[in-house]
C-alpha cells in the first residue's frame, strides 16, 4: 500500500513539470521548412500577385530554464530561406542568418508559447537569376510568435511566424516588408 502511494505521488509531481529544471540549459538542432511573403506599407496592385516562396530552415536554439516554472529564454541561431514568389515577373529569394531571443511560456506539460524579437542579416539575395542584394537592407529587425511542444523523447515541433519591423527595400515611395515563418523538428540535448 505504502509503494503504491508513493508511486501515485511520484507520477502526479512528474506530471505536473511542465519543463526542465531551473537552471538547466538545453541545445536544440532543427530543421523543417519556412516560408516568406511580402507585405506592403500601402495598396500595391502587385500585392494580388504575392505568393509565398518556400524553403528550408536550419539551425540550432539554445534554451536556459529560469527559476520561475513556466518561463525560459531561449535563442538561436537559423539560417531561412524567405522572399516572395510572383505569378507576373520572377520569384525574389532572400536568404537570412535569423537569430531569434524569445521568453518562452510553458502553459502546460512540455507546451509553450513563444515571443521574443529576431535580428536577421541578409546574406544573399535574387530576382530571378539577378543578384539584387545591393537594392536591399542587410538588416531585418522581427517580431517573433509562436508555439512548441516537446515530447517525452526530447523531439520538439516548433511553429513560429514573425512579422518584419524594418522594410526590405532600400529605395522606392512603397516599403515593403517580408514577413514569414517557419516548421521545424529538433531534439533536445539537456547539458549538465
Excluded at 72 to 97: C, P, V
Excluded at 118 to 147: E, H, I, M, W, Y
Amino acid at each position: 500500500m505504502m509503494i503504491a502511494v508513493m508511486a501515485v505521488c511520484c507520477l502526479t509531481a512528474n506530471a505536473q513539470k511542465m519543463r526542465h529544471d531551473a537552471g538547466k540549459f538545453t541545445i536544440q538542432p532543427m530543421i523543417g521548412f519556412s516560408t516568406g511573403y511580402w507585405r506592403a506599407s500601402d495598396d500595391d496592385s502587385e500585392s494580388s500577385s504575392n505568393n509565398a516562396r518556400v524553403g528550408l530552415s536550419i539551425g540550432a536554439e539554445g534554451e536556459y530554464y529560469t527559476s520561475t516554472e513556466w518561463l525560459s529564454i531561449s535563442a538561436a541561431l537559423k539560417y531561412d530561406q524567405l522572399g516572395w514568389a510572383n505569378k507576373n515577373s520572377s520569384d525574389t529569394k532572400l536568404d537570412f542568418i535569423n537569430i531569434p531571443v524569445l521568453a518562452n511560456f510553458y502553459v502546460a506539460k512540455g507546451f509553450a508559447l513563444k515571443v521574443g524579437l529576431q535580428p536577421g542579416f541578409l546574406v544573399s539575395a535574387k530576382r530571378g537569376d539577378n543578384d539584387v542584394k545591393d537594392q536591399c537592407n542587410t538588416f531585418n529587425l522581427a517580431l517573433p510568435v509562436g508555439l512548441s511542444y516537446e515530447f517525452k523523447n526530447g523531439i520538439t515541433l516548433d511553429l513560429r511566424g514573425f512579422a518584419s519591423l524594418t522594410k526590405i527595400n532600400k529605395e522606392g515611395s512603397a516599403k515593403l516588408y517580408n514577413d514569414g515563418g517557419c516548421l521545424t523538428v529538433g531534439y533536445k540535448f539537456e547539458l549538465k
